[in-house]
């Protein structure tokens, strides 16, 4: 494997086109494709599913978008470290995310950690909750983000608590229900839900879904491929949707209501045992002074 196959890689992914690929790279299109040939081959996996009227990746090709973007900015960043001699030597610390609204808390830490060290470089990414363990295990990612589950319990990982995070009902500010300090279940019975795919969730928000879903009327429900789009349906006033507090993003049109004898769950930080810098414990320590203000 090499990063000119990853860049020919990235930019099929970025326009599902080998012909665009292929101008983009300045390079003909069989080159493009046998370059995505000979890191499948590799891979031992397809990346891509392709047709005469499309192409799209497969769910392997999916899943190592992370790495190959990961894998092509370290090589960037490791060009640009010797341009200077003269220049100190960057600082980097790779942050992994379970969901884009956990990106939204990062910004006064990392700007903090900057007056601290100010050849840092962070390279910050998003993946699906069950690939972060693996940007851990393979060195691309130093941290990982996300409410723990006790599932995720790893011989060689060290959980850092960061916040504590209760589910709360999420809704539009004019919800019927917007005006009540806590939200039963029973309160549920009768609401329109909006459920995200089980496997983006920890498993006691998935059982609490499931519970909800059970003899429901499916016109009443509404089912989304991620947090993400559950929170937009949410804020286009489609109905409620459960979720831990802190992947709720802050803004004037979304509410949210505790749950009432709902489970409170624990947003930490995922490292390996071996892998804890004096950068990496600093930024720790900065964001838990910052989520204990919020």
């Known amino acids: ?22 101008q983009q790279m300045n390079i ?26 499309r192409v799209e990746l497969t769910p392997e090709g999916r899943s190592f978008l992370a790495d190959a973007r990961s894998i092509v900015a370290i090589e960037a960043q490791a060009k640009l470290r010797f341009l200077d001699p003269e220049d100190k030597p960057v600082e980097r ?6 969901s884009p609204h956990t990106l939204a808390l990062l910004p006064p830490s990392l700007a903090a950690l900057r007056k601290r060290y100010p050849n840092l470089h962070p390279h910050l990414s998003t993946a699906p909750r069950e690939q972060l363990f693996q940007l851990l295990e393979n060195g691309t990612a130093d941290v990982a983000l996300t409410v723990f589950d006790s599932r995720d319990q790893r011989p060689r990982m060290t959980y850092h608590p960061l916040a504590d995070s209760p ?17 039963s279940l029973d309160q549920l019975a009768d609401q329109e839900l909006i459920f995200c795919d089980p496997i983006r969730l920890i498993g006691q928000a998935a059982r609490l879904q499931w519970q909800l879903a ?3 009327d499916p016109a009443r429900m509404h089912f989304c491929h991620d947090i993400e789009t559950a929170v937009i349906l949410a804020q286009a006033g489609f109905g409620l949707t459960i979720l831990p507090s802190i992947l709720v993003p802050q803004t004037g049109i979304l509410r949210q209501i ?14 390996p045992a071996s892998g804890e810098n004096e950068i990496l414990k600093t930024f720790l320590h900065l964001l838990t002074q910052d989520l204990q203000k919020k």
Request: net charge positive; hydrophobic share 40%; with cysteine.
């Open 1 to 22: 494997m090499n990063t000119f196959q990853l860049r020919c890689f990235l930019a099929v992914a970025n326009s599902l086109s080998f012909a665009r690929a292929a």
């Open 28 to 53: 003909s299109q069989p080159a493009v494709t046998h370059q995505i040939k000979t890191l499948e081959q590799e891979l031992k996996v397809a990346l891509f599913r392709r047709t005469t009227r």
């Open 93 to 98: 610390l790779s942050i992994a995310c379970g």
């Open 167 to 183: 589910m709360v009902c999420v809704c539009r500010d004019d919800h019927p229900l917007v005006d009540e300090e806590r939200i």
């Open 214 to 216: 059970e003899g429901r």
């Open 258 to 271: 505790p749950l009432q004898d709902g489970p409170s769950l624990s947003f930490g930080a995922f490292h």
